[in-house]
C-alpha cells in the first residue's frame, strides 16, 4: 500500500488554512514542495479520495482550483488562471476526473474554467475551454475525441486505467509459448 503523503500534506495544509493559521499552512505546502517536488496551494478547495499519482510530482495549481472527489491527477499537471487570487473565477473540476501526465489546465485571461463530471483528459492535453461531463479529451488544444458510456463510468476501475477502453489484442505471440498443442506439434 502507498504510503499518501503529498495528499495528507496538502490536506493539513488547507486544513490550517480554512482555519486561518496562513503561515503554517504555507510552512506545511513549503514542505510538501521540498519532499515531493509539487505546489499544492492551500487555498484550494478538495473533495474527498482526490489522488496524486507518483507522489504529485511536478503537479503546479493556482490557488482559484476546486476539485471534486475521487479525481486522480498525474504527475507534471499544472492548473493554471491568471485570475486574482480568490476572486470569484474558479478552475473547477468535477466529480471522477482523470488528469493524464503533462497536462496543462489554463484558463482563458481573468477568467474561470470548468471541467464537468467523469471527464478523462489524455496525457499531454492542453485545455483551454469548458469540458462537458463524460468527455475523453486529447491534444493541443483539447478536442472531444469521443463521450464516455454508462457502461464505463460504472466500471469502479474504468477511469482511472491509461486506456479508458479495453482493447482486443491480436498478438498471439504469447498464446504460441504457452499452449500445449502448439508445443506438441513443434518440431523437436
Ligand atoms: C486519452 C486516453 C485516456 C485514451 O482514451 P481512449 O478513449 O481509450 O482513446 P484511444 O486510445 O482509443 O485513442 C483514440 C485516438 O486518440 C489518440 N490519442 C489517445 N491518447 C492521446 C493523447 N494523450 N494525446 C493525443 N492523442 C491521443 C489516439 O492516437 C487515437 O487516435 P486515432 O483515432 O487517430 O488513432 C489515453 O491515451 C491517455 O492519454 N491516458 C492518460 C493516462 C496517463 O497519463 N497515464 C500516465 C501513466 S504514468
Redesign the pocket.
Known sequence: MRIRSPEWLWSASRSLHSRGFVRIAWLVKVFNFLCHRTLLPAEAIVGARVLL??YAFGIVMHPNVTIGDDCQI??HVTIAGSMNINSAERVCIGNRV?I????VIIAPPHLGLSIGDDV??????VVTGDVPDRA?V??VPAKI??FRSDEEIQDPYGWS?????R?TVKDDSSKAIHDPLISKNSPE
Open positions: 499519482e507518483h498525474y504527475h482523470s493524464g501526465t503533462h497536462t478523462v483528459i489524455g496525457a499531454g492535453a475523453v486529447v491534444g475525441i469521443r486505467l491509461t486506456h479508458t477502453r482493447r
